[in-house]
């Protein structure tokens, strides 16, 4: 069983910052790729930003320059730290993993974290 969990969410103005974080616990020997989608009231979820095992990251348009993705593969977590941050940002953000290797296994499911929300007031 792999569970992933986020936290850092919250409430900021326009042009601060917040930083997202989500582990992945579990009998989990790698995962290939981590990331973040949001989802805003009354639109589909949409990708922000992926980071694969192997260091590639993609970003959508809207993000690029203001938001940063890391992860630290040992701990199985993944990062997102969002600069200048807008309205439009206002979502919740979720933590997705892929390719996730557990007990030896190359697991084909997709795990998701419960959801994180973040507000960004003008």
């Known amino acids: 069983q792999v569970t992933l969990k986020e936290s850092g969410g919250g409430l900021v103005q326009a042009g601060g910052s917040l930083r997202l974080s989500c582990a992945a616990s579990?009998?989990?020997?790698?995962?290939?790729?981590m990331g973040w989608y949001r989802q805003a009231p009354g639109k589909q979820r949409e990708l922000v930003a992926t980071f694969t095992r192997g260091g590639r990251t993609t970003y959508v348009d809207s993000v690029k320059g203001r938001f940063t993705i890391s992860r630290d593969n040992a701990k199985n977590t993944v990062y997102l730290q969002m600069n200048n941050l807008k309205p439009e940002d206002t979502a919740v953000y979720y933590c997705n993993a892929d390719g996730v290797v557990t007990n030896g296994v190359l697991s084909g499911a997709s795990y998701w974290g419960q959801g994180t929300q973040v507000t960004v007031s003008s």
């Open positions: 579990g009998t989990i020997f790698g995962i290939n790729r």
